[in-house]
Each structure stands twice: as structure tokens, then as C-alpha cells.
């Protein structure tokens, strides 16, 4: 695993009733950006906040086989084989002691 470093130096100004901080545009990013800030053993650390996970939107994919020929699987062709669960094995259940 590659850990990218990379060290620049940068001043505080005023912005308002608040120091800011300018960060350089090779850092990658971009306006906007929800940053949180914390101080750790007196230095202070920014890092950006988790984004929200996005949504699937189904919309773009449903339909997508239309005009393919495919057809939906009829109830009677689908199926299913029983096979044995390790809690339905009786020497299984005897061997690790359960009941």
C-alpha cells in the first residue's frame, strides 16, 4: 500500500470573525468540501468528512433488458434441491455436542 505524503506550508488569515486556513490547490481539494478539525497532542489535524454513501437509482437499470428476449422465470421452472444443513446431520450434532 502506497501512503501519499506530502508537506506544505501555509499561513492563517482572518475571514471574518474566524482564522482560516488557505490549503494549496495540489492537495486536491476542491471548494466546498466538508472539513473537520481536531486538535491531537497540541497539533491540530484537518481531514475531510465522511461523504454520505449515495443512493442506487434504480431508475437508470430498470428496463435495461427490454427489446433482449429475456423473459422472467416461470414458477415451475425454478428449481430448488434440498440439501442436507449440518444442523439436520444427527452424527454431526453428536460429534460437537449439540442436541
Known amino acids: 500500500m502506497y501512503i501519499r505524503r506530502m508537506s506544505k506550508v501555509t499561513r492563517t488569515f482572518k ?6 486556513v488557505r490549503l494549496p490547490a495540489s492537495l486536491g481539494v476542491g471548494p466546498g468540501v466538508e472539513m473537520r478539525v481536531r486538535e491531537e497532542q497540541g497539533r491540530y489535524v484537518i481531514e ?4 454520505p454513501k ?4 434504480i431508475d437508470k437499470v430498470w428496463g435495461i433488458g427490454r427489446g ?6 416461470k414458477p415451475e421452472d425454478r428449481v ?3 440439501r442436507p444443513l449440518l444442523w439436520e446431520d444427527p452424527e454431526w450434532m453428536d460429534r460437537h455436542g449439540k442436541k
Open 80 to 82: 430448488f434441491e434440498h
Open 54 to 57: 449515495r443512493k442506487f437509482n
Open 48 to 51: 475531510p468528512v465522511a461523504a
Open 15 to 20: 475571514s471574518g470573525n474566524s482564522v482560516a
Open 68 to 73: 433482449s428476449g429475456l423473459q422472467f422465470i
